[in-house]
C-alpha cells in the first residue's frame, strides 16, 4: 500500500534552516509530482510546493518563495523540503502528498516550531 513517512522536524530559531524529508512506498515514485503542504494551529492546510516526477518543473506558495526548495532522489523514493530563513509563521505540521491518478495520498505530517 502506498506510504508516506516525514521526518526532519523540530524546534529551531527564526533565521534557522531545517530540511524535511519525505520517504515514499507502494507505488513508482518517479512517474509521479510530489507536493508539501502545511497546516498551522486554527488555520487550513496551506500548499508550499510541488515538484514534478523528474525535478524539470517546481512551483511553490507565495509565502515560502526564496526562501524553501523542493527536491527529490528517485533513486531513494523520498522528496526533501529544504526551509531556510524560517520565520515564527512558518510554524505548522508539514504533510507530504502524493496524487496517484484519482486518489491522493497523505503522511501523518512532522511537526516544525519556529520560536526563541
Known amino acids: 500500500q502506498v506510504q508516506l513517512v516525514e521526518s526532519g522536524g523540530g524546534l529551531v530559531q527564526p533565521g534557522g534552516s531545517l530540511r524535511l524529508s519525505c520517504a515514499a512506498s507502494?507505488?513508482?515514485?518517479?512517474?509521479?509530482?510530489m507536493r508539501w503542504y502545511r497546516q498551522a494551529p486554527g488555520k487550513g492546510r496551506e500548499f508550499v510546493a510541488f515538484i514534478s516526477s523528474v525535478s524539470d518543473r517546481t512551483s511553490y506558495g507565495e509565502s515560502v518563495k526564496g526562501r524553501f526548495t523542493i527536491s527529490r532522489d528517485n533513486g531513494k523514493n523520498t522528496v526533501y523540503l529544504q526551509m531556510n530563513s524560517l520565520k515564527p509563521d512558518d510554524t505548522a505540521v508539514y504533510f507530504c502528498?502524493?496524487?496517484?491518478?484519482?486518489?491522493?495520498?497523505w503522511g501523518q505530517g512532522t511537526q516544525v516550531t519556529v520560536s526563541s
Open positions: 502528498h502524493a496524487q496517484l491518478n484519482s486518489n491522493v495520498y
Open positions: 507502494g507505488f513508482t515514485f518517479s512517474m509521479y509530482g
